[in-house]
């Protein structure tokens, strides 16, 4: 006999109590609409989802993010994402067919939403037809909103049918096994609510698959919705990190290390830091005492934050240059009338081979590096600013940066009149 599965969990958080939704959602329901034109919220919205994500097992992580998509940070209502595959192998898993992505924010009334919905056509597990494993019309949703009065998450996840060697298979009920010996063990709906200092998320997942033959554990039809509060003011947009290097040898790479990211609604005022004792890149830059950190909190009247970015001790060619003491900061203020304010106090660097560095900010080290300080720009709402920026002279033109803070903050939208307009003139 083949039925349709379809297995739900909802939650509502109302101060400190939680409590079940009823009814429960579904699918149809929660991913029906359609964004609408974009509008200004209180909230910080967050979504994403992928096909298939393969969490441990023998074979590399080959089937990671499939059709992935995401909606980073936003305050906005009728922002909206799609993604598509059509035909793609799932290294240990199968094949996967009409992976479909879409994310999108809403806004009807006082109830504001985040939401993110997946579905996967056809997946097909196993080569023999005799115990080929085949499931169709998997889909997956997560919601977490806010309906004016608490923050609540609702989601789901179905399959239309399940069939091994051309025969139809009834389904379990949500958070029951499936096990089909020498081929998979299935799991039906996986869901978790996890309950923020100011706000909700919501994970679902429409199956949890271990393949025996491979030895892999996957999530598939993955969606994920957040929703909190903060956005007052001010929308923040930055990051601190300790370094960065471009144009290096192909084995001696480093992306922006430790990286900070900012909250779009900041951090409540405290500062979140990330830290690495020390960074060792092929023994030919050794960066010691490497640290970041952002900070933001806002009130109606304004929106006040900064990013840095430092650097304890970089030795760079066993020796041939030392630097010390290199911290870069960003920070930027926005209040509710529209004014900007922007600098890098606290920018500072110490000592380069043992000596002070040089008070117009360049120093030539020949045959070594160039070396410039403090390099600041202004961007659209905030700043940029680089503690130092080794350019290397040995051909390579490499570069290599020390202390990177960035931050922005875009009016909330929130604002009416005249205060909106000056704002919307501003960098």
Known sequence: MRKILSFTTSLAVAAASMVLLSPNPTSATMAGAAA????????????????????????????????????????????????????????GIGDAEGVYTRLFTTKDGDVVSSVSTHKIAKLTLGEDPSTQLVIEGITSVARAFHDGNSFKTESSASIASISQGGEALDIP???????????????????????????????????????????????IAHTTARIETGIKSGVFRGFGAATRARGLQDNVRSG??????????????????RSIAI???????????LKSSTFGKQTRAKATGGTRGQVAELNLGNGELIVEAVVA????????????????????????????????GTLNIPGVAKLESKLVTNIKNGISVIGLRITLLDGSGAEIDLGIAEIRIKPSGLRSGVNARIGSLLN
């Open 256 to 273: 922006r290390t430790p990286l900070t990211i900012l909250p779009c609604q900041g951090t409540n005022g405290k500062i979140k830091t």
């Open 329 to 360: 900061q960003a920070n930027v203020t926005r209040t509710a009338d529209g004014k900007l304010t922007r600098n890098a106090d606290g920018t500072t660097i110490g000592l380069v081979n043992g000596e002070e560095f040089p008070s117009d």
């Open 173 to 219: 009920a949500s958070g029951e096994t499936l096990t089909f010996p020498g081929l998979a063990e299935i799991k039906f709906g996986k869901f978790t609510t996890r309950t923020l200092p100011t706000g909700l998320q919501e994970y679902a997942n429409a199956l949890v698959i271990k393949v025996f033959p491979s030895n892999t554990i996957s999530n």
């Open 36 to 91: 609408a034109a974009k509008e200004p919220t209180r909230f910080a919205l967050y979504s994403s989802s992928y096909g298939s994500r393969v969490n441990r097992g023998d074979l590399p992580v080959g089937s990671d993010g499939t059709s992935y998509n995401v909606i980073g940070c936003t305050h906005n209502a009728g922002v909206e994402r799609e993604n598509f595959e059509a035909d793609v192998v799932l290294p």
């Open 279 to 289: 960074l060792n890149l092929d023994d030919q830059i050794v960066a010691n005492g």
